[in-house]
């Protein structure tokens, strides 16, 4: 120790005892905001990325460039598109190239991306036809030069004026379909559905303007009845850049092509007027196979707008002129060119694609949440909402693939439990809530869908079976009797069983040439043809048909197209707005049964509406009608409605809230107008 230094002060034991330390409020709250940031983003912020496998993505290539997502419109064109995509086989790359559709004018900023994908140049390959659509010719036509429908005012105002005695069927039912409008309302209340005019003026085609028309765009019509016959009729989908997925592009070539169809029924229906039957059996055909290429594997949506092109044909009356029938040589031309129509796509085709384009919608949403409010479901605050909360994507894109498989199986059950606030605490379970809100919001209706297809292939057999009759008719110069009978006058056969040479099917054909038609229905040789499942007889809307049981009945009563006494019946003398054969689900009977068919009485009643047997059929001496007891009127397994096939060559669905007096009419052949 130095001089300077002084001693160290000695220092008591008390003293040397260190004081504890205390832990202010800073603390507590700088580890309790810890813990609280922790476990928010632990549960609430932190999100777990994607992983691409069967799972979750369902497909694992193609990706996209960077390696991070799968590519699902890629996988779609490998799947969708054949080779024949960018080649003339294509017949809508025929149609785009020489019309062009309605991309030109209406979205201008698609049509490269359609040259492109089809093949063609977008400066060489310009359109050298034009087409418009009846009901934007006729509209623009009436609001530009009103005086060039002064005929059709001038005949329909002198119809007002003569007394009902005097008028024809035809005029007649002109007057009562537009009774309680001015003629000048009329044409405006049919400006969209312009072959309508055909029923309101019978010189309709005759008319300059109609003329006109169809002078303009007789050329591009032909061009589609010709692409029709292609191979394939691929409208290719193209998704601009600034569309994040497949769900938010509208599909305008789909559009064009719904467009040609409403013109050859169109150009049918008048070709119908001038007798030319040839011409408008073409244009019809045409409008299936546009409809069968568009309904092939493929979105919902496209397949959708095939069925809606099926319908347009389905509809047109080409046998609805009395004083012009189609001959046996047409008919039978009609049939064959329906038994050759392209496959259509089934409806689990298209829940498979539209799997993809689910897929594909949920990744935009995880790259981008402000995607879901650009689809129209959801909003600003959602958006903001999934940028902050942190969700399990593997979670939800899993649910997403079990969804579709059970859509596939049929067995997707769409009840959903109140969602439980509770649920956004948990990773997991806010994924799973998540998931299930997608599903609500975005899920297609496939349940409406699948109806769509049943209720065209039940169209589709209907047709068939009218053709059938049509054909008949032709041979025999009647329609085939509700049921033959035998020398005393008994049932022997139902019409469906006299119906099975005229189908144009070999294996039909053979069933009929194996059946005892001098025998009873029921006889022990007949009777092994009862369990046979006729898929023309029937309706694929009703699951509960048991083995050999039929949808379908004819209507018999006295002056009907089908009597009780075992005799056929002309169609001459009937009204053309007539039911030829309807529906039935309830008490539904075998193909084979000759004496249970719908009577005059129990169909007057509606559709969909149900009574019981009054007991059983009464044999012995003349049959009639009324000594025959029913078992069902009108109904099916279609919702609102039921499909019908008519005396004028078209099939229509009529509502089951139809005024009932005018389906009276239909029935017994006095309707005014079509339903």
Not at 33 to 62: C, D, M, Q, S, Y
Request: with cysteine; net charge negative.
């Amino acid at each position: 120790m130095t001089e300077n230094q002084s001693p160290m002060p000695k220092m008591t034991p008390e003293e040397n005892v260190r004081p504890e330390r205390k832990i202010g409020c800073l603390t507590y709250c700088c580890v309790i905001g810890f813990v609280l940031i922790v476990l928010i983003w632990f549960n609430i912020l932190r999100g777990v990325p994607l992983r691409i496998t069967p799972e979750t993505t369902h497909i694992t290539e193609p990706l996209t460039p960077d390696k991070r997502f799968v590519d699902y419109l890629a996988a779609f064109e490998q799947h969708y598109y054949p080779p024949e995509t960018a080649t003339d086989d294509n017949g809508y790359r025929m149609v785009f190239r020489a019309v062009g559709g309605p991309l030109e004018t209406s979205m201008p900023e698609y049509v490269q991306g359609y040259y492109e994908k089809l093949g063609l140049d977008y400066i060489l390959d310009k359109p050298t036809l034009s087409y418009t659509e009846p009901h934007d010719y006729f509209e623009r036509r009436y609001k530009a030069q009103p005086e060039d429908f002064d005929d059709i005012l001038a005949y329909m105002t002198k119809l007002r004026e003569r007394e009902p005695s005097d008028l024809s069927d035809d005029e007649d039912a002109t007057n009562h379909r537009f009774a309680g409008r001015t003629p000048e309302e009329d044409i405006q209340a049919n400006s969209w559905r312009t072959w309508e005019f055909t029923a309101m003026y019978p010189d309709m085609h005759k008319l300059p303007m109609v003329q006109e028309w169809l002078t303009a765009n007789n050329e591009a019509l032909d061009l589609v009845v010709e692409a029709s016959h292609k191979p394939v009729f691929i409208v290719p989908i193209v998704v601009p850049s600034d569309a994040a997925c497949m769900y938010e592009v509208l599909l305008p070539g789909l559009q064009g092509v719904r467009s040609f169809a409403r013109g050859l029924q169109a150009r049918a229906a008048f070709r119908v007027s001038e007798g030319d039957i040839d011409g408008a059996i073409e244009d019809i055909l045409a409008c299936y196979r546009l409809g069968r290429h568009l309904s092939r594997p493929s979105f919902m949506v496209q397949q959708l707008v095939g069925i809606a092109c099926e319908g347009i044909a389905h509809s047109v009356a080409f046998n609805g002129n009395l004083t012009t029938q189609a001959d046996a040589k047409q008919l039978k031309h009609f049939q064959e060119g329906l038994n050759n129509l392209p496959p259509r796509g089934t409806w689990q085709d298209g829940i498979e694609m539209e799997r993809l384009a689910y897929l594909d919608s949920l990744t935009a949403i995880m790259k981008d949440p402000t995607v879901l409010s650009r689809m129209g479901f959801g909003s600003s605050v959602t958006d903001n909402l999934l940028l902050i909360v942190g969700l399990d994507w593997n979670v939800i894109f899993k649910r997403a693939n079990s969804v579709f498989d059970e859509m596939v199986a049929g067995t997707f059950d769409d009840t959903r439990s109140v969602p439980n606030p509770a649920h956004l605490l948990t990773l997991k379970a806010r994924s799973e809530l998540a998931a299930e809100i997608f599903i609500a919001w975005t899920l297609p209706a496939t349940e409406v869908y699948r109806e769509a297809f049943h209720r065209t292939e039940c169209c589709d057999n209907l047709k068939r079976i009218q053709l059938a009759m049509f054909l008949y008719h032709a041979e025999h110069g009647t329609l085939p009797p509700a049921f033959s009978v035998d020398a005393d006058g008994k049932p022997l056969h139902s019409w469906r069983t006299l119906l099975l040479p005229y189908f144009g099917d070999a294996e039909l054909a053979e069933l009929y040439a194996q059946i005892r038609l001098d025998e009873p229905w029921d006889s022990e040789h007949n009777l092994p043809f009862h369990q046979r499942n006729l898929d023309v007889y029937r309706c694929p809307s009703n699951p509960t048909l048991a083995a050999g049981e039929t949808s379908y009945s004819v209507i018999v009563g006295d002056e009907l197209l089908f009597t009780g006494d075992g005799q056929g019946q002309t169609l001459a003398g009937h009204g053309r707005n007539m039911l030829m054969v309807v529906e039935r689900k309830d008490d539904t009977v075998c193909w084979m049964q000759p004496d249970a068919e719908i009577s005059h009485a129990d169909a007057e009643s509606g559709i969909s509406s149900s009574r019981r047997s009054r007991g059983l059929p009464i044999h012995g001496g003349p049959i009639t009608f009324s000594s025959v007891a029913t078992t069902t009127t009108i109904s099916s397994n279609h919702t609102g409605g039921c499909n019908f096939a008519l005396r004028d060559g078209s099939i229509e669905f009529i509502s089951e809230v139809f005024d009932l007096e005018r389906f009276r009419e239909l029935i017994n052949g006095t309707a005014k107008e079509r339903p």
